[in-house]
């Protein structure tokens, strides 16, 4: 007759088995599966005495803040935590899954690179530019054009440009070596920039605005960087720019769109069309930039280095206000452990050394774990990682079965178009989405007649 402690131990043996079997059925194969069962039993091993049917939504959560603060974690490890244990209570059967926003854990996965352009600005190399096949070795063009890179980079800085013109720039020029074959671009004339001009819109195929793009750096590079106030690049081929009208939601696919979203990420996305907020503004969102008293919410440093004010939603308050809650205890928790710091950004960190710990400071939307510095080795909790959202979004338009291509920035454009549809006037909606051009704007009223009304077809009035 079997021991009770051989009966607990077969007990134990068939529980994993049935648990890996799970795993095999979700598609989850060896020698993976060994890894859930090891981040499973590390949970267990968290919570000694008491029963996984027991535990709650409160334990998960605060177990998988605990695992956030480890900074040597990877980020897929973080990631494999969260699904070993979303799947281990899946296997339990509890009947409050639903209640642990899984999605904003598995988002928090993914930590700021130090290319990100939350960061980048930090480091003076910046984004490591992606390479062409065939051409000079982008790390070759850096060694040996060092100085040079180094005296753009500068002109840029000194007038405040974005990090991400200033990542844009840089490659630019250094695709432009290479097209010279990895000579001094400064004592080439200017003419060359029409060849490779005309090599990108002719051999390449780039669109439009990516030439354009190329040109201005070029232009950059020649007026601002050498001082050559004789540019004369002469005459090139244009690449085509075809006129694409934005994608927009209805009123009924905007808020099946939203349904087919949960938690943080909901949120985000209802921010993002409620307010006409690009992604990048809702993700870097501080506590500071919420003004729940006049109901408004300021985007700060937007493109073009402007802020404005733009409305928050009556519906998002009140999950707004708990969301806050909820941010607030985990950084009063950071802050007991040692931690709660958060990135500031143009050296304010030496200016107010202990703003980084204030809690208006902190970012809306944290991310569940914190991550070191890759430079430095601080330990910070940085805001979500954009593509989390990005992807809920697209997941979730192909849940609700909307066929047209969806993606963050059509929560903007649909934010436009129902403005002007419910008889908002242009002048207020170009403010409201910080174009500089009001011409920008004009291309919402592509489904409009003057006065907000839309065109009725000639077949509808047989």
């Known amino acids: 007759m079997p021991t009770v402690s051989s009966t607990s131990r077969d007990k134990v043996r068939s529980f994993w088995d049935r648990y890996i079997q799970k795993l095999h059925e979700a598609g989850i194969k060896p020698p993976f599966d060994r890894w859930f069962v090891l981040r499973a039993e590390q949970y267990i091993e968290a919570h000694p005495n008491r029963k996984l049917a027991e535990q709650g939504p409160s334990d998960v959560d605060d177990y998988l803040a605990e695992v956030g603060r480890r900074g040597g974690l990877k980020d897929w ?17 509890v009947a409050w899954l639903s209640q642990v926003d899984w999605d904003h854990w598995r988002a928090s996965a993914r930590s700021l690179e130090s290319s990100h352009p939350t960061v980048a600005r930090d480091y003076e190399s910046g984004a490591e530019p992606v ?8 790390a070759e063009i850096r060694q040996t054009h060092a ?16 990090i991400k013109t200033e990542q844009a720039y840089l490659h630019w020029v250094m695709r432009f070596i290479a097209f010279l074959g990895n000579v001094d671009p400064s004592a080439q004339g ?21 030439q354009n793009l190329a040109l201005n750096a070029l232009v950059f590079f020649y ?59 809702c993700s870097r969102l501080r506590v500071q930039d919420i003004d729940f008293g006049y109901g408004q919410i300021t985007v700060r440093n937007a493109k073009g280095g402007k802020d404005r004010a733009v409305p928050l939603p009556e519906k998002a308050v009140e999950a707004l206000r708990e969301h806050l809650l909820r941010v607030r205890e985990l950084h009063q928790s950071d802050l007991a452990q040692g931690y709660g710091e958060v990135y500031l950004p143009d050296a304010l960190s030496r200016k107010y050394p202990n703003a980084a710990k204030e809690w208006r400071w902190q970012y809306v939307f ?25 992807k809920a979004v697209k997941q979730a338009a192909e849940l609700a079965g909307i066929t047209k291509r969806v993606g963050t920035h059509t929560l903007r454009h649909s934010f436009a178009t129902h403005l002007l549809q419910a008889g908002y006037d242009i002048r ?25 009304h839309g065109v009725r077809s000639p077949l509808d009035g047989l």
């Not at 170009?430 to 592509?446: F, K, N, R, W």
């Open 77 to 93: 490890q973080f990631r494999q935590t969260v699904d070993a244990i979303q799947k281990l209570f899946e296997f339990v059967g």
């Open 428 to 452: 207020t909606v170009q403010e409201l989405l910080g174009h500089a051009d009001v011409s920008t704007t004009m291309i919402y009223t592509h489904v409009l007649n003057r006065g907000g």
């Open 223 to 281: 007026r601002e960087t050498l001082g050559r106030s004789d540019l004369d690049i002469g005459a090139f081929v244009r690449a085509k720019r075809p006129r694409r009208l934005p994608t927009v939601l209805t009123l009924g696919e905007v808020a099946t769109l939203l349904q087919n979203i949960a938690g943080t990420q909901r949120l985000m996305a209802a921010l993002m069309y409620g307010t006409g907020m690009r992604l990048m503004e």
């Open 131 to 138: 390479e062409d096949s065939g051409m000079t070795s982008f």
């Open 190 to 210: 200017p003419e060359n920039v029409a060849r490779f001009l005309d090599d990108l819109a002719i051999h390449r195929k780039v669109s439009a605005s990516t």
């Open 147 to 162: 100085a040079l890179l180094d005296q753009i980079r500068t002109a840029i800085r000194r007038r405040g440009y974005a």
């Open 366 to 390: 944290p991310s569940g774990r914190i991550s070191a510095d890759p430079r430095s080795g601080v330990l910070r909790r940085h805001h979500l990682h954009e593509n989390g959202l990005q």
